[in-house]
Each structure stands twice: as structure tokens, then as C-alpha cells.
């Protein structure tokens, strides 16, 4: 049996994507790639109205408060908690037990950080880690980031691409990265959505020269 897909719909068009595909959102800079993710993370309306479909149904469902989550491209990050633990346990329920934590963490490659640390202490690859850190705890079943590799050096950007793509596939999280660089990322593990200009809704390419 096939997996289930998330259709989106806006006007007369439509994009899909199943558990564990990961799609590439590129565009000029001033496109509305932002605006786009924030569209389907709820958060803004465009001009066609963003229709989401899972498995044949309206999605996501209202009581499904971690079904969508997304990261935000802000630096300084704007972060909910004061330590690492709090960050990555603000809003859970259920508060894992550090083990997991810290298991989370070395899989993020951030096993050099303690729970208790500040968030002031952390770089902008650590920043960008452990925001994504804590968006795979919640296990949403689509990821939005936003712009995860700028400012970057090309070493931390390169390590970061593969661990967001490993995430996608252990996790069988459906995933919409946003980025000006589409040629950076792996062509053979990823769709591309390119939007043309702004106000204009994305259309789905050959990841190709």
C-alpha cells in the first residue's frame, strides 16, 4: 500500500508530497519563498488561499498542534526557553528524560553542549542545530525551514544539508527547505518547487542545470 500524500492546492494548480520527501523551494531573492512557507505553516494567507489535503482530508486537524512546524531564518534566533533543555522541551507535554535529550543533541551533531547551558552561547550553526533539533522531537509530519545554510561557511553548510535530508528519511518527515542556491543541495534525494517572481505560486522542476 502506498504511502499517503499531502496535496496543496492554491487556484487550478496543486503540488504533492509523501513521508519522506523533501522538496527544494528556490527563487530570485525578493520572491516570496518566506511567504510561501509561512502560507503553508498557517501563519499568512496569499492571494489564492492555501488548501492543504493529507490522505484525502482537510490537514492539519485542529487538535494536531505539532503537525507543522517550522524554522524561522532570524538572526539573533528568538528562542522560547533559557537553557537547552527549555528550548527543546517548551510546549512538550511530556518531558523526555535527558538521555533522549542528549542522544537528540549528539544526533545534531551538538553532543558538546550541556542541557543546562545558556542559549547566548551558541553560534549560528549551533543556533540553526538546535532549532532543528527541536522541531524532529515534536516529530511533525511536515518541516518548513526556511533558509537553514546562509551565512554559513561552506564546511557547516555542507554537514547541515545532510543531516536535515537524513532527518527527512529516518523520520519519514515530509520536508519544504527554502534557499536562492538550489544547485548546493543533492539533486538525486530532492523535488524543486521554483517560484518565477513574486506573486506567482511555485511550480514544480527537474533538478537539473
Known amino acids: 500500500m502506498s504511502e499517503a500524500s499531502l496535496v496543496i492546492r492554491h487556484a487550478d494548480q496543486h503540488l504533492s508530497l509523501a513521508a519522506g520527501e523533501a522538496v ?3 527563487g530570485p531573492v525578493g520572491c516570496g519563498k518566506t511567504h510561501y512557507l509561512r502560507c503553508l505553516a498557517g501563519l499568512e494567507t496569499g492571494a489564492a488561499d492555501i488548501v492543504l489535503h493529507y490522505d ?7 487538535d494536531d498542534m505539532f503537525a507543522v512546524r ?4 532570524y ?5 522560547l526557553g533559557q537553557s537547552i533543555r527549555e528550548e527543546l522541551t517548551f510546549g512538550l507535554l511530556q518531558m523526555p528524560a535527558d538521555e533522549a ?7 545534531w551533531q551538538l553532543g558538546h553542549v550541556r542541557l543546562d547551558a545558556g542559549l547566548q552561547s551558541l553560534n549560528r550553526t549551533e543556533s540553526v542545530r538546535l532549532s532543528l533539533a527541536g522541531m524532529e522531537l515534536v516529530q511533525p509530519r511536515l518541516a518548513l525551514i526556511d533558509n537553514p545554510v546562509a551565512a554559513l ?3 557547516d553548510a555542507a554537514l547541515l544539508r545532510q543531516d536535515i535530508l537524513a532527518w527527512a528519511e529516518r523520520s519519514r518527515c515530509m520536508m519544504v527547505v527554502a534557499c536562492n542556491r538550489w544547485q548546493d543541495w543533492p539533486r538525486e534525494r530532492m523535488h524543486l518547487w521554483r517560484i518565477a517572481a513574486k506573486g506567482v505560486w511555485p511550480v514544480r522542476e527537474a533538478m537539473s542545470e
Not at 484525502?56 to 485542529?62: K, Q, Y
Open 24 to 26: 527544494l523551494l528556490t
Open 56 to 62: 484525502g482530508r482537510a490537514w492539519p486537524e485542529v
Open 70 to 73: 517550522m524554522h524561522a531564518d
Open 75 to 79: 538572526w539573533p534566533p528568538l528562542w
Open 101 to 107: 535529550l542528549l542522544e537528540l543533541l549528539q544526533r
Open 153 to 155: 561557511t561552506a564546511e
